[in-house]
């Protein structure tokens, strides 16, 4: 009779391989299977790059694909079927670690997945590696501090509206707002309105290729860069 295995998430960090914790390297070091979350339309995965330095020889690198969708029924189609996958590997008595860019409990896919499996018995033995964030990572890069004293810190997604993005910009001393690419203008409306235009840091692509790091609504607003943030976009806004 075969053990089951551990599901590991782990937060492989922004993306440099050296940005990974001791724990996240020995985990990696001795997992049989490694699950990689992909798009459909791109083989590329950020965090198996990042982590490849570290796998095991013999490790097995299993693809599970979830589509860029708001649509309900695909994403519940395909978190039920990752976990199949998942749960075979495990049920298989293997260990399998699911990577993840940054921490695996923020805005992240294997959130998703771990709610998926915990929807039906048996529920697999998991533990959660917890890695470095994107913007901790800004903040590093930058020499911005976060917040100290009785300061809040407050992380947004950038996919709420213009209203609601103001009123949270309104409340906090520091925000972290991720996922910026796909609402630019909303996104860039609420900081001119929370007077946070002048000094917000647009960093795109953090400790990767291609890093970028901007000072200013300038960065932002697609109507005046000609263009929309890249993609793992974040914005990080000090209270002025």
């Not at 960090?13 to 490694?34: H, K, N, S, Y």
């Not at 470095?132 to 990572?137: D, E, H, R, Y």
């Not at 300061?151 to 509206?161: A, C, F, H, V, Y």
Request: net charge negative; proline share 7%.
């Amino acid at each position: 009779m075969n053990t089951t295995g551990t599901l590991y998430g782990v937060g492989v960090g922004p993306g440099a391989p050296d940005l990974l914790t001791l724990r996240a390297v020995d985990v990696l070091g001795r997992v049989e299977v490694i699950l990689a979350a992909a798009s459909p339309n791109n083989d590329y995965s950020a965090a198996l790059n990042a982590a490849r330095p570290y796998l095991h020889p013999d490790a097995r690198i299993l693809r599970l694909e979830f589509p860029m969708t708001r649509r309900k029924d695909s994403l519940r189609e395909a978190w039920n079927a990752a976990a199949q996958k998942v749960r075979e590997v495990l049920e298989g008595g293997e260990n399998a670690a699911f990577l993840t860019i940054g921490d695996p409990l923020i805005y992240s896919t294997f959130g998703y997945l771990l709610r998926t499996l915990q929807e039906s018995a048996p529920i697999p033995p998991v533990r959660i590696v917890p890695g470095i964030t994107s913007f901790q990572a800004a903040a590093a890069r930058t020499a911005t501090v976060l917040c100290e004293g009785v300061e809040s810190l407050r992380i947004l997604s950038g996919l709420n509206d213009e209203e609601e993005l103001f009123h949270e910009l309104e409340g906090a001393d520091t925000v972290a707002l991720l996922k910026v690419y796909r609402n630019a203008p909303a996104v860039a409306g609420a900081l001119r309105r929370a007077g946070r235009d002048a000094d917000c840091l647009l960093a795109s692509h953090v400790e990767r290729v291609g890093e970028r790091l901007v000072r200013g609504i300038e960065g932002v607003d697609p109507d005046i860069a000609d263009a929309a943030p890249p993609y793992m976009s974040l914005i990080l806004s000090r209270k002025p």
